[in-house]
């Protein structure tokens, strides 16, 4: 168990490292690369939280494909050098006010998960099957109208992408 | 502290640094890579509640949240290429007109 515990705390110190690099990152570059790695540490959480297809899809689709879609959008731009970041006059408060809400939410979401009472978990001690197969299972099956629904979705960013960039 | 405590606890604290690289970033690429940040925090917190609670709906609900933001993803940097075209920046600090 313990060694357990220090697995996740290496794991958590990467992940809080990686997004803090995304948020401090001069470059969007660097920036692009600290997400890939904090998607990668997701995909390890995943597995221990035995989802082992939503770890694969997570390498593929959100470290694959999205982010190589971002650093082609910066790479294309050049818009990889970021300005220092100094903000324009009349929005001088933005940043300490960010901040201070930022902790503010962070407080808040301690509050109430560190003060709720631990509802227990569930008793069936063999976990639940979360192979492809029951996974496609239950997509096709109870969650078939929120698939065919999100499928439009899919097909209508397409052609808005489309339409948006095209040449007039 | 067991697992689930623990995945939640630093999924909170991903979101809350999205929540900063949105307030405090000025670039709309950073802006969208926070976003990011927080949609895949939230399906950190899924993965965590249908492991604790046995099921397998909080899976289902990441692969949805998956599809969405790969949309987003599209349609967002569609109209930052767009918008750079026409104005030559990523600061969103310099889209202070509707008029395009």
């Not at chain 1, 990467?14 to 540490?41: E, K, P, Q, T």
């Not at chain 1, 560190?114 to 979360?130: E, G, H, K, L």
């Not at chain 1, 299972?137 to 339409?163: D, K, Q, R």
């Not at chain 2, 939230?42 to 899976?59: E, K, P, S």
């Amino acid at each position: 168990m313990s060694s357990d515990i220090i697995l996740l705390v290496i794991l958590g110190a990467i992940s809080i490292g990686s997004a803090l690099g995304l948020l401090l990152s001069r470059n969007a570059i660097y920036a692009a690369l600290f997400l890939v790695l904090n998607f990668g540490v997701g995909a390890v959480f995943y597995l221990i939280l035995n989802a082992p297809f939503l770890a694969v899809i997570q390498v593929t689709v959100y470290a694959g494909a999205i982010m190589v879609l971002f650093l082609f959008v910066i790479m294309l731009l050049g818009a990889e050098r970021l300005s220092p970041g100094e903000n324009p006059p009349g929005v001088q408060y933005q940043r300490p006010l960010a901040i201070i809400l930022g902790v503010a939410l962070l407080v808040l979401a301690a509050v109430v998960l560190f003060t709720r009472q631990p509802i227990a978990a569930a008793s069936a001690t063999p976990p639940v099957d979360s192979s492809p197969l029951a996974v496609g299972l239950t997509l096709y099956g109870p969650y078939v109208f929120p698939f065919e629904v999100v499928s439009i979705l899919l097909l209508v960013a397409m052609i808005g992408a489309v339409v948006l960039t095209r040449n007039k | 502290m067991d697992t689930t405590t623990f995945v939640v606890a630093l999924s909170a604290i991903l979101f809350t640094i999205g929540v900063l690289g949105v307030l405090l970033r000025r670039n709309a690429i950073l802006i969208f890579m926070s976003i990011e940040l927080m949609l895949n925090s939230a399906n950190l917190a899924f993965v965590a509640f249908a492991h604790r609670f046995n099921q397998l709906d909080g899976q289902i609900f990441v692969f949805f949240v998956m599809t969405v933001a790969a949309a987003e993803v599209a349609v967002g940097l569609a109209l930052i290429v767009t918008i750079f075209r026409t104005k030559r920046s990523t600061n969103v600090d310099d889209l202070s007109a509707l008029r395009g």
